[in-house]
């Protein structure tokens, strides 16, 4: 018997656990909605869903939420590859949860749309009557996800609650929930931010501009770089520059910070995060930074 | 501010190649130990150490350390989540974590070894493919520490390092790793466990964690990261038995894809190729792979742990729950199994309650489930009076199912034979299971046939008269007991050769032997030498049948496996002959012939007869030969005429 031939490659065993998490939910869920942001993540996710499915069509929609202040570049990508997968796209805008009063904008030069999502998510969530959204968080981000399921539950008040989490034994996911209650589903749980970015390397997937290094006016806050745009106030003391930089996740203009960098391809950025000394949530997630718990209070109220 | 390494072009180039191209694979490992045994210092040096903590990372350890007022790192707070939790008194629960080296990528499945949490460690050790027991020197083999054993081989972990750790508070004293090992094994030696391996660390000030120690000369083993880097986990993954769950029906509009019909699952075992034949069960149609499909396109082979999509060539009826194998290689259909459950409920298990199985993608009702007994994961004390089971309780159950499922026993295939079950009415995941192949592990001998009821014996023309008397000789069964190196062997060989050569056909059956090929997938606990001396109990029959004297040479060491053999023959009257071949265990030890003995002494064995496991003296054997007074010529002679005296011998010519 030549065991030790059947080898699979660790990406690859990673691809085939996530697609067996997305076959189970769809299998197992009455309806699923995929989350996409434009970000590495989601494109992971996308990928892994064709790989799940083709040749038929998903079998659940995805769903994009727009806080309006996105980086165009972003926004002009989701569009293209979603137009390119032949999928059907869903967005659920901020703007519009604002301009129904459902959430107030924040003002001030910290202002930002972060928190407001988790409402317009939950609202769109209940409207179209889905029980299982697929997400990108990954454990290696941050250490209060270390302990997230791949199935995590929300009550119907979209809330995580910690003693309520189903132990995850071998494969077998226990997806019954009651009615409004729904899951968020993290496929790629067990990757790391290179396994991403490899994974995207190896299958040749196309990512936001923004991912690689280019020119940018900046500012710097709090030892990082801003992007300087419409959405984000400068206060007194802090002034513009022109930086090479690029992002190392696609959120929000006004919370997302750039890293100095001059990768400009996949390989160069593989080969930066390889040898890169910062984790990615405290190197540009401004709103991680705020407390030490921030990220469990989040999960608390329904963010990812 | 940070910074990065700048990497020019044809840097990047080498490092992207070196990350793509290494065939680097996959370990998880389930880390377990007792509170304050120095679990999360020893996550913290591996990461530490192997260069995995970033430095916003790092700064927190160091500012914490600073605040806590220690003069060294604590790298505890690297993995410290779950610590703080703990104080609050909110979710303990497992923490993963990730770390690479050039050789291998991990995942760390933290689970938090406090007494009350069996069932963290269930659930991480459940997919895992190593598991690390700690122990701390100064305490020796605590409780937990057997608790955590006996959870690893429950859930079939194929690998087991005890680290034993604060060597650096024993002054590094071999005496005292020495202890813990003979202690740990003495227990390990009622468990199944392939392979553990005993490392000397200190986590704090990294001893043989990454570094091999200097401290510790006479440790002659690998530290464990390279044990981890390096420990063959290959053959790990069953890739014999053909085993495809279906999950979902590929079934794009005709629209767009012209009748394509795929069934989409993960491989649980085996190899599978276009143009084998399957077997879908439970239904029971038949057809042929006619390609293996992937995003990608069509494949030549698929196994674990690959996602695929089958297509057949017959358009039969399968869908989610439908599991595709090979004819001629098929897991038991059934809604009635034995499993041992571990409770992960704070709800006790209540029989009035309406559970649910899950079990590969199939889910079936509950009808009956019947508590056998609970077992103390201490002292493995089984308390047969329990009738039902609370938050991490371990119990061995009998349910009985509205469906059946196609399973295999858990020994087998984790994947088959794993479930969980769930309560309806909460919809909790209440406990979580490993099947047992009723066979082996049942104490009682089972029901004939039970698990292939319909499969019929082929009659032949040829009796047993006729075969007999063409021959000139009967066959039957001659069975040596004793302890390895009472001279069964030796024996049995010189029997044999007397038959051979005075023109009657024998055959030796020596246990070693079997164990290469026929019975080469068993260990040596209980239940594995019972299902050996099973094996070896039926091929003797067919031999015996066949007109050969067969002569068993098998120390079973247990009276009712013994039994089993004998009744076995007695069914079909067929002469069973049991011999046991007696010699001190002293003389044996002494003896020595495979060096079985020194190994079992020096730690390396567990479970050898006569020293970690016990040896059940024949009661009421048809001959005793005592190895140490007689000669080998003086014992063949009595076992000689004992055939005489039985009719077994051929009539001289
Ligand atoms: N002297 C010594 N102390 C250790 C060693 N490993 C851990 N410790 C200490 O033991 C205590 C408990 O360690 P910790 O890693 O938090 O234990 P856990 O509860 O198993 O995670 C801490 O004070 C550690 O510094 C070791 O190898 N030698």
């Known amino acids: 018997m030549p065991a030790a031939t059947y080898h699979l490659p660790h990406l690859r065993t990673l691809e085939a ?148 989490q189903r132990p995850e034994v071998w494969a077998l996911y226990n997806a019954r929930i009651r009615n409004g209650e729904h899951a968020r589903v993290f496929p790629i749980s067990n990757w790391t931010e290179l396994d991403v970015w490899q994974y995207i390397a190896e299958e040749q997937l196309e990512v936001p501009s923004i991912y690689f290094a280019h020119e940018r006016e900046v500012f710097e806050r709090d030892g990082m770089l801003y992007a300087v745009s419409p959405f984000i106030e400068m206060i007194d003391g802090e002034r513009a520059f022109s930086a090479t930089v690029r992002y190392r996740t696609v959120g929000d203009m006004s919370c997302t910070g750039a890293v100095e960098s001059s990768a400009a391809t996949l390989e160069q950025v593989v080969a930066e995060i390889a040898a890169t000394e910062v984790t990615e949530r405290g190197q540009t997630r401004a709103d991680d930074r705020v407390s030490e718990a921030a990220m469990e209070d989040r999960k608390r109220q329904g963010y990812f | 501010m940070s ?32 509170v304050d045994d120095g679990k999360s210092t020893l996550i913290g040096r591996l990461l530490y150490d192997s260069k995995q903590v970033l430095t916003d990372q790092l700064e927190h350890v160091e500012q914490t350390s600073q605040r806590m007022g220690h003069d060294f790192l604590d790298l505890s707070l690297l993995t410290d989540g779950l610590r703080a939790e703990r104080e609050q008194g909110i979710t303990i629960d497992v923490a993963y974590r990730y770390f690479a080296t050039a050789q291998r990528r991990f995942i760390i499945a933290d689970t938090p070894g406090h007494e009350q949490y069996t069932r963290n460690m269930v659930t991480g050790a459940s997919t895992a493919d190593l598991a690390i027991v700690l122990v701390d020197a100064r305490k020796g083999v605590l409780a937990q520490s057997k608790r955590h054993a006996f959870i690893s081989s429950l859930l079939a972990i194929p690998h087991v390092v005890v680290c034993v750790n604060k060597m650096d508070l024993v002054a590094y004293d071999e005496a005292v790793f020495d202890s813990i090992v003979d202690e740990f094994d003495r227990f390990a030696a009622r468990l199944e466990m392939s392979d553990v391996t005993f490392i000397p660390i200190s986590a704090l000030h990294g001893d043989n964690v990454v570094e091999r120690s200097t401290a510790m000369p006479w440790y002659q083993g690998p530290p464990l990261l390279y044990h981890l880097e390096h420990v063959h986990i290959a053959s790990d993954r069953n890739l014999i038995d053909a ?81 595709i194998v090979r004819p001629q290689n098929q897991p038991t259909v059934s809604g009635r199994f034995e499993a041992l459950l571990c409770w992960m409920s704070e709800r006790p298990l209540d029989r009035r309650r309406r559970y649910v199985v899950k079990h590969t993608t199939r889910t ?45 026993s858990y020994r087998r295939n984790r994947t088959t034979g794993s479930l969980i079950v769930i309560d309806e009415a909460t919809n909790e995941t209440v406990a979580a299971g490993v099947i047992l192949d009723t066979e082996v592990d049942e104490l009682e001998p089972a029901p004939k046939s039970e698990r292939s009821p319909n499969v019929r014996w082929q009659g032949t023309r040829m009796t047993r008269d006729r075969r007999w008397r063409a021959l000139g000789h009967p066959g039957a069964t001659i069975w040596f007991t004793g302890l390895p190196g009472a001279g069964k062997s030796t024996m049995a060989a010189a029997v044999e050769e007397r038959l051979i050569v005075a023109g009657q056909s024998a055959f030796l059956l020596d246990g070693d032997n079997l164990r290469h090929g026929l019975n080469g997938d068993l260990g040596f606990d209980e239940a594995a030498r019972r299902e050996n001396v099973r094996r070896t109990a039926h091929v003797a029959q067919l031999i015996a049948e066949s007109g050969t004297v067969a002569l068993v ?37 002494q003896r020595d012939p495979k060096g079985l003995y020194a190994r079992a002494r020096a730690g390396e064995l567990a479970g050898l007869t006569g020293i970690g496991a016990p040896y059940e003296r024949p009661e009421d054997p048809d001959l005793v030969l005592g190895t140490l007074e007689e000669s080998v010529e003086r014992g063949v002679e009595r076992v000689l005429e004992l055939l005489a005296a039985r009719d077994i011998l051929r009539d001289a010519p």
């Open chain 2, 243 to 323: 085993r495809f769950p279906v999950q979902w029906v590929i079934r794009p509009p005709s629209s767009s894809v012209a009748d394509y019909r795929a069934y989409a699952g993960q491989v649980a075992g085996g190899v599978m190729r276009p143009g084998d034949d399957v077997l879908v069960l439970p239904g029971g149609q038949r057809s042929t792979i006619a390609a293996i499909d992937t995003f990608e396109g069509s494949v030549a082979e698929a196994f674990p742990p690959m996602s695929v999509a089958l297509r057949l060539s017959d358009e039969i009826d399968v869908g989610r729950g439908s599991m």
């Open chain 2, 553 to 589: 040479s098998l120390v079973s060491p247990y009276a009712a496996d013994r039994e089993f053999a004998a009744k076995l023959h007695a069914g079909v009257e067929l002469e069973f002959i049991e011999i046991f071949v007696d010699a001190p265990l002293e003389l044996c030890e």
């Open chain 1, 17 to 164: 656990e996530a697609v067996h998490v997305m076959r189970e939910v769809a299998a197992e869920f009455e309806r699923p909605v995929l989350l996409f942001s434009g970000g590495k993540d989601s494109i992971v996710l996308l990928r892994l869903a064709e790989k799940a499915f083709r040749p038929a069509p998903f079998p659940f929609a995805v769903m994009h939420v727009d806080t309006g202040h996105n980086f165009p570049e972003a926004i002009e990508f989701r569009d293209r590859r979603i137009e390119e997968i032949g999928e059907r796209l869903i967005v659920a805008s901020v703007e519009d949860s604002i301009r129904q009063g459902r959430v107030v904008e924040q003002t001030g030069p910290r202002a930002s749309r972060n928190a407001l999502q988790t409402v317009t998510l939950l609202d769109a969530i209940r409207e179209h009557g889905f029980d299982a959204a697929f997400g990108g968080a990954r454990r290696d981000e941050e250490r209060a996800r270390a302990k997230e399921r791949v199935l995590s539950f929300r009550d119907e008040f979209g809330q995580w609650e910690p003693q309520r």
């Open chain 2, 3 to 34: 910074t990065f390494v700048e990497s020019s072009d044809e840097e990047a180039r080498e490092l992207f190649r070196r990350l793509t191209e290494r065939p680097a694979d996959l370990l998880r490992f389930a880390t377990a130990g007792s």
């Open chain 2, 364 to 408: 079936a009702i509950v009808g009956g489930l019947e508590v056998r007994y609970r077992i103390d994961v201490e002292t493995l004390h089984r308390d047969e009076r329990a009738t039902a089971l609370e938050l991490n309780d371990l119990g061995r159950v009998r349910i009985e199912l509205n469906a059946p499922l196609v399973f295999d």
